[in-house]
């Protein structure tokens, strides 16, 4: 097997920003936040582990998403960093992201269907807030747009 692509042998900086299409300044911010890990070698020199290549693509998924990174990082806190993740270790992950999409996609779709509708916020701005927050009642359950907040109308 060719060692660049032996899943045992670690990458040098340069290869991951090549694979990923990360920037090395990017790829230290993630570090710093503890989303993915490197080693050094003999001359100071960053190595990554090639699992991390599937860490920092994720990392990318999930911003395209709006995932936070703290959120995400919670999620890879499940995940082993001496070692490659197993398949578990990945489906665990996945079914924790799995749940907060799923919540994040019901969001957006109260969004969505509370567009033009009164979100609750507390601006008294639209005639419906006055039948939905008749004089900012709504302001007892809390700060932001409640009405969105609320358990799923199902
Ligand atoms: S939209 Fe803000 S209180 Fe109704």
New binding site residues.
Partial sequence: MDSSVDPNVPLAIGEVIRRTGVSASALHFYERKGLIFSSRDGCNQRLYARHMLRRISLIIVAKRLGVPLAELAAMFACLPQDHSPTHEDWQRMSRTWKRQLQERRRVLEDLEHELT??????????K??AL??PD?T?QDQGPG?V?LQQPPRR
């Fill in positions: 509708g009164c979100i609750g916020c507390g601006c008294l701005s639209m419906a807030c939905l927050n900012d709504l747009p009405r």
